[in-house]
């Protein structure tokens, strides 16, 4: 059974986009909640939900966390920079996990793996402060030998495997030589007691052949549920992604 975790960013992005200056967003007139959508997500199969608060607060915001942090059975997932700042808040909040994820400014997603080997000190610091209070870590990386080498080396127990890269190759030529990364990547995290999940770029689409990714635990999944959600609601665009990740053939 693959799992099927929720990013709920872009429920958060749309209500920004008109109400980014009631920050406290407990005015009756703001929506969408975030927070609402999770409730239904889960209740139509979601088995986590997944936020990223990042450092200029332009889709998820405090407030959300916290209000998720004290929904009764969410299973909550915190991707977070490698800051003292989002350090001392997921140490307060105490979310189920914590994804680590490079954060760039100028980005308008994520647009790598984070370089647990260049990075190796900050990483372990944050990995040591999670693990003392019963945190569990992901490191969001890509499928590469060094990389996953030094995801185990760390201890954290969980890898995200960005699946960025294959998901831009998907109709192009590059598409094989991507997956083939990915498989070797995956392999590789297995083989080190890793838990391999994968995350960026996944949809109704591309979902067939990610699923078949060896020793796949859970997929983070994003904006092609939030968009399908659009015209088909939440619970369809969950559902059918929660099927579809685990249909054969
Ligand atoms: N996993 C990680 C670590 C991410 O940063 C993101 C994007 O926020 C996702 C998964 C979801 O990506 P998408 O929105 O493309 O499904």
């Avoid at 030589?177 to 995290?189: D, H, I, S, T």
């Avoid at 939030?226 to 099927?243: C, D, K, L, Q, T």
Wanted: with cysteine.
């Amino acid at each position: 059974m693959i799992l099927l975790g929720l990013n709920i960013d872009h429920c958060a992005t749309i209500r920004q986009a008109r109400y980014r200056q009631v920050v406290s967003g407990a005015e009756p007139a703001v929506e969408p909640d975030p927070v609402a959508l999770a409730r239904l997500a889960e209740s139509a199969g979601a088995d986590g939900i997944t936020v990223h608060l990042r450092e200029d607060r332009r889709h998820i915001i405090d407030r959300d966390v916290r209000r998720l942090r004290e929904a009764e059975g969410t299973r909550l997932n915190l991707e977070m920079a490698c800051t003292e700042e989002m350090t001392a808040f997921a140490q307060e909040i105490r979310p189920n996990s914590v994804c680590l994820v490079p954060e760039n400014r100028e980005e308008v997603t994520t647009e790598g793996g984070l370089d647990v080997v260049g990075q190796r000190e900050r990483v372990a610091r944050i990995v040591d402060a999670m693990g003392e209070i019963g945190v569990k870590v992901s490191l969001f990386i890509d499928p590469d030998e060094p990389q996953v080498a030094m995801a185990a080396e760390l201890g954290a127990p969980w890898v995200e495997l960005h699946t960025g890269s294959w998901a831009n190759a998907y109709y192009t030529d590059h598409r094989a030589k991507e997956f083939v990364r990915l498989v070797r990547g995956a392999e590789q995290a297995h083989a080190a007691g890793l838990v391999v999940n994968a995350g960026h770029g996944i949809n109704y689409e591309n979902v067939f052949e990610i699923r078949t990714l060896p020793h796949l635990h859970e997929c983070n999944i994003g904006h092609s549920i939030i968009s399908r959600a659009v015209f088909h609601g939440i619970e369809e665009a969950v559902s059918e992604m929660r099927r579809l990740l685990n249909a054969s053939g």
